[in-house]
Antibody, heavy 121, light 107 residues
Framework: EVQLVESGGGLVKPGESLRLSCAAS????????MNWVRQAPGKGLEWVAS????????YYADSVKGRFTISRDNAKNSLYLQMNSLRAEDTAVYYC??????????????WGQGTLVTVSS | DIQMTQSPSTLSASVGDRVSITCRASQSISSWLAWYQQKPGKAPKLLIY???SLESGVPSRFSGSGSGTEFTLTISSLQPDDFATYYCQQYNSYSKTFGQGTKVEIK
């Protein structure tokens, strides 16, 4: 059974940093592309960042570029999101999700339960 | 970046109704379009990928169609479990943009 378990969320002040983690199991983590997607309270889904299996290709939404860093440790089956210079508008539930890596393009087929990040003074 | 526009934002319907949600892309995304269902407090659930392919375990009352820039999610006979918010997403480009969502409410 595929499982994605996020952790690391919490309440921080504007300008502070936070590191989210996502522990993966039940699939070949080292093969697949991983993503972070967020959802502000009462709002829609926003893709945040993605990282390919070998970390060679990394992409960010413009809204977080230069402040957030996505990374992974395939030996630990773990995905990370380092969030610096946090703003009130970064307040959201953050989900990690898997994107199967095969021939062609694939959707985000497995999602974690999410971890809430609140940025407030 | 590719923009995705969903309509309507809210849809009121009754059990048994046939409902459709439209998603338009700002440029061609070929067939790389997915639909997700989300219920309050839960993670999104993949329903359809590559425009019309049904994810394993998803009821056949859900179907997808379209190509290029215009896509549709249809629920042939709305069931009580289907009242939720639905999102389209393009995964043609590295920036996997979502539509703004369509909330399907009980009429």
């Amino acid at each position: 059974e595929v499982q994605l378990v996020e952790s690391g969320g919490g309440l921080v002040k504007p300008g502070e940093s936070l590191r989210l983690s996502c522990a993966a199991s039940g699939f070949t983590f080292s093969r697949d592309t991983m993503n972070w997607v967020r959802q502000a309270p009462g709002k829609g889904l926003e893709w945040v960042a993605s990282i390919t299996s070998n970390s060679h290709s990394i992409y960010y939404a413009d809204s977080v570029k230069g402040r957030f860093t996505i990374s992974r440790d395939n030996a630990k089956n773990s995905l990370y999101l380092q969030m610096n210079s946090l703003r009130a508008e970064d307040t959201a539930v953050y989900y990690c999700s898997r994107q199967f890596a095969g021939v062609g393009e694939f959707p985000l087929d497995y999602w974690g339960q999410g971890t809430l990040v609140t940025v407030s003074s | 970046d590719i923009q995705m526009t969903q309509s309507p934002s809210t849809l009121s319907a009754s059990v048994g109704d046939r409902v459709s949600i439209t998603c338009r892309a700002s440029q061609s995304i070929s067939s790389w379009l997915a639909w997700y269902q989300q219920k309050p407090g839960k993670a999104p659930k993949l329903l359809i990928y590559k425009t019309f392919s049904l994810e394993s375990g998803v009821p056949s009352r859900f179907s997808g169609s379209g190509s290029g820039t215009e896509f549709t999610l249809t629920i042939s006979s709305l069931q009580p479990d289907d009242f939720a918010t639905y999102y389209c997403q393009q995964y043609n480009s590295y920036s996997k943009t979502f539509g703004q969502g369509t909330k399907v409410e009980i009429k």
